[in-house]
């Protein structure tokens, strides 16, 4: 399974922020949360349309827990309402993997991103997080759902 490359540009992005290991289904939790929160409507980039950012700490790879952000994107960050975060992701190179078959196939397709494809490619990790991008087509665990995997890269 081979990548697409494609430049980004900023991802000003607000949403809800969790810290944890996504074992036992904290994951879902977090956007069972943010799928029940007033979002901003003004400025919002597209209302069909969901990120899930995990944001990884030096302390991962000991506790195996990080922080997941479900959000949406704005054209601008400006001091969100409420309980809700906001976060600038920075310009850049992303290696997109396409998983087929929804929710279910996002571990496999993360593992052979980062175990696979990205050890064995010209390429390292830019930033210290990745994000899922949820489509207006996303259709949860149908066979047919689509999710994209960014990986942010630069040339090793």
């Given at each position: 399974m081979e990548p697409r490359l494609v430049e980004l540009k900023q991802l000003h992005l607000v949403g809800l922020p969790f810290y944890g290991d996504p074992a036992n289904g904290n994951f879902?939790?977090?956007?069972?949360?943010?799928?029940?929160?007033?979002?901003?409507?003004?400025?919002?980039?597209?209302p069909k349309i969901f990120?899930?950012?995990?944001?990884?700490?030096?302390?991962?790879?000991?506790?195996?827990?990080?922080?997941?952000?479900?959000?949406?994107?704005?054209?601008?960050?400006?001091?969100?309402?409420?309980?809700?975060?906001?976060?600038?992701?920075?310009?850049?190179?992303?290696?997109?993997?396409q998983v087929t078959g929804g929710i279910s196939k996002l571990s496999e397709t993360f593992h052979y991103a980062y175990d696979q494809w990205l050890r064995n490619s010209d390429y390292k990790?830019?930033?210290?997080?990745?994000?899922?991008?949820?489509?207006?087509?996303?259709?949860?665990d149908s066979p047919d759902a689509k999710i994209d995997i960014y990986l942010p890269i630069q040339p090793k």
């Open positions: 879902t939790k977090a956007w069972d949360r943010f799928m029940h929160v007033d979002l901003p409507t003004q400025g919002r980039v597209n990120y899930g950012v995990e944001i990884y700490g030096p302390e991962m790879m000991d506790t195996h827990q990080w922080h997941y952000f479900t959000a949406c994107e704005m054209d601008s960050v400006t001091p969100p309402p409420g309980i809700l975060f906001a976060k600038t992701l920075p310009a850049s190179l992303y290696a997109v993997f990790i830019a930033f210290p997080f990745d994000f899922e991008y949820y489509g207006e087509d996303f259709n949860g």
